[in-house]
């Protein structure tokens, strides 16, 4: 085998190649250190093991995903553009990633499962913070919008819910946007 040097990264761009094309049940060390030319013992020097190279390959999907979403990147936007990009990047990232909604916590076993869980879980609470710093930044927003008892925490908790079932059920958000719009403005 021709020994090329790679990076992490590099290895992590070729596992979010074949996790596009196969799923993330078609990933494994060898396909990896073959598409990036490399003996397989060298991925042991970036990962330890098959679960640390999909547990890596999985965040990397999630950062890839919803990339735009960092808070420097989309500051000024109003609240229901920015709940409407974001399930837009989901919607495009189920077009990238075929399979990985459904399979991403799955098919891993064990310690790795949870592993997996819980980046998701990061992963969604990252947006969430977005969708909340989002929310406060927007001038428009009506001072009146939220009391103790309609709180901005759970109102996050709802829209974002309402993101993950329309993406699930391929529906679109038109009428939880509309939903926004009459509740906070």
């Avoid at 990076?7 to 596992?15: G, N, Q, V």
């Avoid at 420097?72 to 609240?79: D, G, T, W």
């Avoid at 998701?120 to 428009?140: A, I, N, R, T, Y």
């Avoid at 925490?153 to 329309?166: E, G, K, N, P, Q």
Wanted: proline content about 2%; hydrophobic content about 45%; charged content about 25%.
């Amino acid at each position: 085998m021709n020994i090329n040097v790679t990076t992490k990264e590099e290895i992590l761009r070729t596992s979010r190649a074949i996790v596009a094309e196969n799923g993330i049940s078609g990933l494994n060390m060898r396909k990896v250190a073959e598409a990036c030319g490399v003996a397989l013992g060298s991925l042991y020097n970036y990962f330890s093991s098959k679960d640390d190279l999909m547990t890596a390959t999985v965040e990397s999907v999630w950062k890839d995903i919803f990339s735009e979403f960092q808070l420097e990147r989309l500051q000024a936007v109003p609240f229901p553009e920015y709940v409407k990009k974001l399930y837009q990047s989901a919607k495009v990232g189920s077009v990238l990633y075929p399979r990985f909604f459904a399979e991403h916590s799955i098919i891993f076993t064990g310690a790795a499962r949870s592993n997996a869980r819980a980046l998701m879980e990061s992963c969604f609470s990252d947006l969430k913070v977005g969708l909340k710093h989002c929310l406060s930044s927007d001038p428009s927003v009506s001072a009146a919008a939220f009391t103790d008892e309609f709180r901005v925490d759970t109102f996050i908790d709802f829209v974002f819910s309402f993101l993950i079932y329309s993406l699930g059920q391929n529906k679109d958000i038109d009428f939880l946007v509309e939903v926004i719009r009459r509740t906070i403005y």
